[in-house]
């Protein structure tokens, strides 16, 4: 799935292509994350500041990590016609839970990270084609459910979620750069149990 490109349900296949970022995009990934940060403060654990004064090699070893643990999508308009716009408009990532790694949980797990897609690309199918990109790289890596946290009140955000078939959990956390607000978590199972 490294080089797979696909188009959104609905979008002309020559406007939009979603594929896996590969490590020399390091910086089309920063441009998109610090643009989403601005964009959205709430909606993510970081801060635009603390992002922004990560250095290069940082940036670097987000996509550099084992594809096995890792991936990260990002979405383009026209990136199939020479001389068009190469900017990300869609980013969204999957990363291997860490505790179902460590035993700390039977059921292998993927959580879905940094789902964002610029206010010019809204409406188009392409925020749930993300997140279905993320789903079908968690199958092949045998994850049994994928994980997220949504700021709770970003009703756009838990309805693209809940089309995607994710559920709240009832589970809450601290907002982790806003003491204000509050993470709700959701799961969306892989497998039904036998």
């Given at each position: 799935m490294a080089n797979?490109?696909?188009s959104p349900a609905g979008a002309?296949?020559?406007?939009v292509i979603i594929r896996?970022?590969?490590p020399d995009e390091w910086r089309a990934l920063r441009e998109i994350r610090l643009t989403a940060l601005r964009e959205a403060p709430s909606a993510y654990g970081a801060t635009y500041e603390q992002?922004?004064?990560?250095?290069?090699?940082?940036w670097q070893r987000w996509l550099e990590r084992d594809s096995a643990r890792s991936a990260m999508f990002g979405a383009r308009f026209g990136a199939d016609r020479p001389g068009?716009?190469?900017?990300?408009?869609?980013?969204?990532?999957?990363?291997?839970?860490?505790?179902a790694e460590s035993g700390e949980d039977s059921a292998p797990a993927v959580d879905l990270v940094f789902m964002?897609?610029?206010?010019?690309?809204?409406?188009?199918?392409?925020?749930?084609a993300l997140v279905e990109e993320v789903l079908a790289w968690a199958r092949t890596q045998g994850a049994e459910r994928v994980h997220l946290r949504v700021t709770d009140g970003n009703v756009p955000a838990e309805r693209l979620y809940a089309r995607c078939g994710f559920v709240r959990t009832g589970e809450q956390v601290p907002h982790p750069s806003d003491p204000r607000?509050?993470?709700?978590?959701m799961v969306r199972p892989l497998r039904s149990s036998s």
């Open positions: 797979l490109e696909t002309d296949p020559g406007d896996r970022l590969l992002t922004a004064a990560l250095p290069d090699r940082e068009t716009d190469r900017t990300l408009v869609g980013l969204c990532g999957g990363w291997a839970d860490q505790a964002w897609v610029s206010p010019s690309a809204r409406r188009r199918g392409l925020g749930v607000l509050v993470k709700a978590d």
